[in-house]
């Protein structure tokens, strides 16, 4: 199976702008989507089909594809966005699924 | 309102099996796929397998390939996954989830906290 990479932690100061990234070979072929995940709780969509939010979701987080790399972008990060961030896509046979090894995001 | 929700804790002993159940309510059952992700405690979220509600197919990561079983039950209108052989480190909180649109999981169920030790 592919492997996902993502940085294992990012900061960001209170309003100001963070891009996680997230990089492997099937983000070429396979949609990527974004998961946020708090301390004790299940996670939750936040982009997928690479840049589509689900409902209920602020517009703050934005998401984009280049080559083997998709980046979630927050534009004017709260406090309450300090989590950790998963990337997920299907492994280069399409058969299984997998996921980035997370960023923890902290709000400063 | 749609949602799944997973059985409770367990304490299993190594070399066990345990079942976890995933009922699903508020949406017509067989029209979406169920994926099932664990998480060992403080690690990343690590995908397991699948099954095609509608017949019944499977896929398994092939870290749990030998050691897991995914099955449904369309009548009750709940998943089921099954792990075989448990060690210490199967110590997890189990997840279904709902595959939605591109791939995406859009419901997810409240997660099943699975101790193995001796």
């Known amino acids: 199976s592919s492997e996902l990479t993502q940085d294992p932690a990012v900061s960001v100061a209170l309003g100001q702008t963070v891009t996680i990234t997230c990089q492997g070979d099937s983000l070429r072929t396979f949609f990527a989507n974004w998961y946020q995940q708090k301390p004790g709780q299940a996670p939750i969509l936040v982009i997928y089909?690479?840049?589509n939010r689900p409902s209920g979701v602020p517009d703050r987080f934005s998401g984009s594809r280049s080559g083997n790399t998709v980046s979630l972008t927050i534009t004017g990060t709260q406090a309450e966005d300090e989590a950790d961030y998963y990337c997920?896509?299907?492994?280069?046979?399409?058969?299984?699924?997998?996921f980035g090894g997370g960023t923890k995001l902290t709000v400063l | 309102q749609v949602q799944l929700v997973q059985s409770g804790a367990e304490v299993k002993k190594p070399g066990a099996s345990v079942k976890v159940s995933c009922k699903a309510s508020g949406y017509t059952f067989t029209y979406y796929a169920i994926h099932w992700v664990r998480q060992a405690p403080g690690q990343r979220l690590e995908w397991m397998g699948w099954?095609?509600?509608?017949?019944?197919?499977?896929k398994y990561s092939q870290k749990f390939q030998d050691r897991v079983t995914i099955t449904r039950d369309t009548s009750a209108t709940t998943a089921y996954m099954e792990l075989n052989s448990l060690r210490s480190e199967d110590t997890a909180v189990y997840y279904c989830?709902?595959?939605?649109?591109?791939?995406?999981?859009?419901?997810w169920g409240q997660g099943t906290m699975v101790t193995v030790s001796s």
């Open positions: 989830a709902r595959l939605w649109l591109d791939d995406a999981f859009d419901v």
């Open positions: 997920y896509c299907r492994d280069r046979s399409g058969n299984h699924g997998v």
């Open positions: 099954i095609n509600i509608v017949n019944g197919n499977t």
């Open positions: 089909g690479e840049n």
